[in-house]
Structure formats: structure tokens, C-alpha cells
């Protein structure tokens, strides 16, 4: 009997410490634009990398440049400062695009956005990527996600 107890204890004791219902870091609502030389860009891929590292936010951006970041299947961006990578969407043949994950963590989620096959990765390498290098492999780009979120605006040229 005592142990059954101690054992009870034990889990409401690590329930309370580990906290219950959502796993993960806290996320806030972010949303924007980008903006290509006074155009939206319709063809991109927005991500926030926090700064102290945790899984990354995601988002294509749509036909007008909009864009809404999800992470871990879920809206929104982690809570605290993020380096901002915008690049271009390759467009992947109709009967080689993959379904869409409904997680940015799952490994499926970028191949889509930038190929499934060796073939196109070699055809990616000889395309010059169009928007500049300070906006994703050596991105200025950063940006503090507040607890009650933020619009973040990102005007390339």
C-alpha cells in the first residue's frame, strides 16, 4: 500500500514539474510580408531559427507575399530572438511533389520545398538563387518574437 502511494506521488510530483498538456517551447502568433523589389514575392520560404536554438518556424509565402509561421504543427514562433532566412521555392514537377506534412519538423516538409530527388538538387545547384545572400545564407535578418506575437515585414532589394 505504501508503495502504491509513493508511486502516486511520484508521478503527480514529475507531472507538476514537467508540466501538463503542450510539449515544447511557447509560441506566439508571427505573420508578414515579403516584398521583392517593391513586389510580393510569391515563391518563398520564410523560417525563424531561434538564436538559444529549438525547432525552427516555417512558412511559404502566398501569391500576395503573405506569409504565417508554424512550428511543430502548430501557428505561431517561438517565444525570444530568431535569425530570419528567406529563399526561393524551386518548383518541383507536378508527379514528384510530395504531399504536404502537417509538421515543419518532419524531414518531408523540406524536401518539398525544395526537391525530393538527387536530380533536382543538381538542377538547384546551377540555378542562381534570386534574392540576395543577406536574406538567407548570410541573413541580417532578425527579429524578437514578443509573447503576444508580431508582424514582421521583409522588404528585399
Not at 515544447?24 to 525563424?48: D, Q
Not at 530570419?84 to 518548383?91: E, K, Q, S
Not at 504536404?100 to 518532419?106: E, K, V
Amino acid at each position: 500500500m505504501r508503495s502504491l502511494l509513493a508511486i502516486g506521488l511520484s508521478l503527480v510530483t514529475c507531472m507538476s514539474i514537467a508540466g501538463c498538456g503542450d510539449s515544447g517551447p511557447a509560441l506566439a502568433p508571427v505573420k508578414g510580408k515579403v516584398m521583392m523589389y517593391g513586389k510580393p514575392y510569391a515563391k518563398g520560404l520564410v523560417v525563424f531559427e531561434p538564436v538559444g536554438g529549438g525547432p525552427a518556424g516555417t512558412s511559404r509565402t502566398d501569391e500576395n507575399g503573405d506569409y504565417e509561421i508554424w512550428s511543430s504543427g502548430k501557428k505561431g514562433a517561438a517565444i525570444g530572438d530568431h535569425k530570419v532566412v528567406v529563399t526561393t521555392i524551386l518548383d518541383a514537377p507536378a508527379e514528384e511533389t510530395p504531399i504536404a506534412p502537417t509538421s515543419s519538423d518532419d524531414p518531408a516538409y523540406m524536401a518539398q520545398a525544395t526537391g525530393t530527388n538527387m536530380a533536382q538538387y543538381k538542377a538547384a545547384e546551377k540555378i542562381k538563387e534570386p534574392i540576395p545572400a543577406k536574406y538567407n545564407k548570410n541573413s541580417e535578418l532578425k527579429c524578437s518574437v514578443p509573447s503576444g506575437g508580431t508582424q514582421f515585414d521583409i522588404d528585399i532589394k
